[in-house]
């Protein structure tokens, strides 16, 4: 069935305390978005692309994704406040044909072929599927004053990354149960998981690193210079 992918580029990217934001910082010649999308050229079954970027990239992101996808039917859409809106505004520009849907970090760019194809065939059985790493450390809730409350086991604790992948319909109602309740969750999956949909997470291959903070970007330039992709 016909995949498509959405990649929310339209973070500020205050985090990382830098000038442009994150996707559009070069490495090497070339931005981490095309870094990023370079990863799904391969992937079978990809009909379109829809990112969703803020106003001052529109244009030159639509080059990009047009010269990394020739041929493929390619879409750049506003962002929005929150990641959840900028998602929202390119679900809206995807078309009927479509049967699962896959939505991707533009600051994901380590991110393996393999890894992708996993979680395409884990959402094509199951309605929606999750790359997802084991919790390295033992994760400790806190309170505002940052005493530890609790210490959950860390047997059943994961972290939750992209691509997370779903059927089509699936998506479109989570996200549209989301606005008529003003639920804003921290990734797609919470959204599929409010309404009861089944997702299930595939153990990644652990270089899929979000590009967040400073030293992330460090690390990034390290891999690519060292020609880890
Ligand atoms: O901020 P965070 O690291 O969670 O962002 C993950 C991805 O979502 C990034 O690629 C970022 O550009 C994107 N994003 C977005 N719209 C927002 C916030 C984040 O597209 N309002």
Not at 13 to 22: M, W
Not at 36 to 58: A, H, M, N, P, R
Not at 118 to 143: H, M, Q
Request: proline share 4%; charged share 25%.
């Amino acid at each position: 069935q016909q995949l498509a992918l959405i990649i929310p580029a339209a973070g500020k990217g205050e985090r990382l305390g830098a000038e442009i934001p994150k996707p559009y910082i070069k490495i090497a010649g070339k931005s981490i978005l095309e870094y990023t999308l370079l990863k799904f050229k391969e992937v079978s079954g990809l009909g379109e692309v829809i990112v969703s970027t803020s106003d001052q990239y529109i244009d030159e992101t639509r080059e990009l994704i047009s010269r990394v996808f020739p041929g493929l039917n390619c879409t750049v859409v506003e962002g929005g406040q929150e990641r959840q809106d900028s998602i929202r505004n390119a679900l809206e520009q995807i078309s009927d044909k479509t049967g699962l849907i896959a939505v991707h970090d533009a600051v994901r760019p380590f991110v393996s072929k393999e890894d992708i194809e996993n979680c395409i065939e884990e959402a094509s059985r199951s309605g929606g599927a999750v790359l997802a790493i084991p919790a390295r450390d033992t994760i400790k809730i806190a309170r505002p004053n940052l005493e530890i409350e609790s210490t959950p086991n860390r047997q059943k604790l994961w972290q939750a990354q992209t691509p997370q992948i779903f059927w089509a319909a699936l998506l479109r109602e989570a996200y549209q149960y989301a606005a008529e309740h003003d639920f804003l969750g921290s990734d797609d999956s919470s959204l599929v998981e409010k309404i009861g949909g089944k997702v299930v997470l595939v153990e990644g291959s652990g270089k899929n690193f979000k590009i967040t903070h400073p030293n992330d970007l460090d690390m990034a330039r390290y891999f690519i210079g060292e020609g880890v992709q």
